[in-house]
């Protein structure tokens, strides 16, 4: 196949595409996971994401790792981690790249990092178990726990190498890979950016989050240092009226009604949301049996949304 498309060229997609052949923004993140002996041990990891958002009975993220590093084999063995998310400064960065060099035993990274190391919430609420300790400098922490059982990988062992039949998506996923399904069991979030996610973003208070650019060469990682984000206004919901919105909530639950008062409350929700939306508040109103809703009602909804939202 030719390699020149108009103004693009094909590249060949070869082992880590995401970094030989392209550009590719991830975050960094030091993922926390315990040592036989019960110690803290820390590894660099960007292939880190969201993987259950919603809808399913937890939420979790998805960790993409060579199978023979102390990470997964930490993981394999304990099932525990923290992904430690550091901001921008050319220390961590350096240091992400020391504590990323394969083949180091967690004893000789630790006994120099510069990463302090603290319990998290998941040990003070948990005194009986033990976790792996949250790095002090991270902006924010997820604290999880892989599950272990989806895909059938329970019984994934540490092994000197992996042979076949591996899984497809969690656990030992090939000769050299492995992928975990990390539920999030907590979000800690130091509190000035607790209060820009409760109190509205402003352009000044966000963490300054550096961007791994994917794209390595044979002598360097490449990242970007934080810029203040820009913003951009999402468009005001078109033409949907208080009647679109009327005639959805008719036809949720036969035993439930919405005033219209309360229906223009919900204008501005994106159509595709509009029923499940409505859903929740049908739930709330069946809860406290209320077959009327109000705008009165909606209010408390939203209230409790919110209160939601900030873990409250
Ligand atoms: C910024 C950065 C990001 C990295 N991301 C990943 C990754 O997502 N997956 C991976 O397997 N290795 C990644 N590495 C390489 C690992 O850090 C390396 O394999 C290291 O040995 C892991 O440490 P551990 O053995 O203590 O787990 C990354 C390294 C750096 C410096």
Known sequence: MSDQISSFKNLRIVDNFYQTSAFYPMPTIMVSTL??????????????????VAGKDYYAMLLCCRNNSNTAEALLRKNKCALNFISDERKYFREAVRLGYPGDKPEEKMKSTIFQLEEGLMARENPDSVFPKIVSQAFQVFECTWMKELDGAENDRV????????????????????????????????????????????????????????????????????????????????????????????????????????????????????????????????ENGISLITAEHMTIINDKRSKERRGG
């Open 35 to 52: 040592c036989e002996d019960g110690t803290t041990s820390l590894g660099s990891y960007s292939l880190c994401f969201p993987y259950y």
């Open 159 to 286: 092994q000197e190498f992996y042979k076949p039949p591996y899984h497809d998506f969690n656990g030992i996923t090939s000769e050299t890979g492995a992928h975990f399904i990390l539920r999030v069991d907590r979000i800690l979030m130091k509190e000035e950016f607790q209060n820009t996610i409760i109190n509205g973003s402003k352009r000044g208070n966000f963490p300054s989050v550096p961007v791994d650019y994917g794209y390595r060469d044979n002598s360097s990682f490449w990242y970007m240092r934080h810029r203040p984000p820009l913003r951009e206004p999402i468009p005001e919901t078109k033409g949907v009226d208080v009647s679109v919105v009327m005639h959805a909530s008719e036809r949720i639950d036969p035993d439930i009604r919405f005033t219209e008062e309360a229906c223009a409350g919900l204008v501005k929700v994106p159509r595709v949301f509009l029923n499940r939306v409505l859903t929740g508040c049908v739930g709330w109103a069946k």
